[in-house]
C-alpha cells in the first residue's frame, strides 16, 4: 500500500519518514565532528562536500514528503485530545525547523556566490548572496535550528514511545508497518 489511508500510513511516507530521520542524525553528527576539524584534516574539504549533498538531498525530499502530505490523507490522530494537539504543533516545529536548518546551510554555502555541488551530479545555484555578514548570522541560525531540530525530533520519539509503552496505542506501530484498510 503506498498511499496512506484513516488508519495506516503508507510504505512510501513510512520509507520518507524514516530515511529523514537518519538524514537527519547523520548531518548533525557529521555537522558536529566537522567542527572538530583541523584545515590539514583530509576531512576538511571532504566532510562539508558530504553535509551539502546530503543536506540538498534532505531537502528535495522534505519537499516531496510535503507535497505528498497534501496528496493523500493522513491517519486519524491517537490519543487525548491535548496530545493530539500538541502532536500538531510538534509536527509543525520539527518541519520549520526542517526548512530554517536547510536553507540557513544554503545561505552559509552560496554566501561567496558559488554554487553547491551534489555528488557532483548537479549544481544548485547560488541565488542570494551579498548579505552583510551573511555567512556568520546564517552559520549561527543553522546551529541553533540544527540543535533544536535534534532535540525537537527526541521529544517527538519519545512522545511515540510514550504512545506505544504507556498508552498502548498504535501511534508507532502504524509508522512502522503499512496496513490496508477499507477506507
Do not use: C
Not at 562539508?48 to 510535503?66: F, N
Not at 487525548?80 to 510538534?90: F, L, P
Not at 551534489?118 to 548570522?137: C, H, K, M, R, Y
Amino acid at each position: 500500500m503506498i498511499k496512506n489511508t484513516t488508519s495506516s500510513y503508507g510504505w512510501l511516507a513510512i520509507a520518507i519518514h524514516w530515511l529523514s530521520a537518519l538524514l537527519v542524525i547523520g548531518l548533525f553528527a557529521l555537522g558536529y565532528w566537522m567542527l572538530t576539524l583541523s584545515y590539514y584534516d583530509p576531512w576538511y574539504r571532504l566532510g562539508p562536500w558530504w553535509h551539502k549533498s546530503i543536506g540538498i538531498s534532505l531537502l528535495l525530499l522534505t519537499l516531496v514528503r510535503s507535497a505528498w502530505k497534501f496528496y493523500t490523507v493522513s491517519p486519524k490522530p491517537l490519543g487525548a485530545s491535548w496530545e493530539q494537539k500538541g502532536a500538531r504543533w510538534g509536527h509543525g516545529i520539527i518541519y520549520a525547523l526542517l526548512f530554517v536548518t536547510m536553507i540557513s546551510g544554503y545561505l552559509i554555502s552560496t554566501a561567496d556566490g558559488r554554487g553547491i555541488s551534489v555528488f557532483d551530479w548537479f549544481e544548485v545555484p547560488a541565488l542570494i548572496t551579498g548579505i552583510p555578514n551573511q555567512e556568520d548570522i546564517a552559520g549561527e541560525v543553522h546551529w541553533y535550528s540544527a540543535l533544536a531540530l535534534v532535540i525537537a525530533a527526541a521529544g517527538h520519539a519519545l512522545a511515540a514511545l510514550k504512545h506505544h509503552f504507556i498508552n498502548r496505542d498504535a501511534t508507532l506501530k502504524r509508522m512502522l508497518v503499512s496496513k490496508p484498510n477499507h477506507d
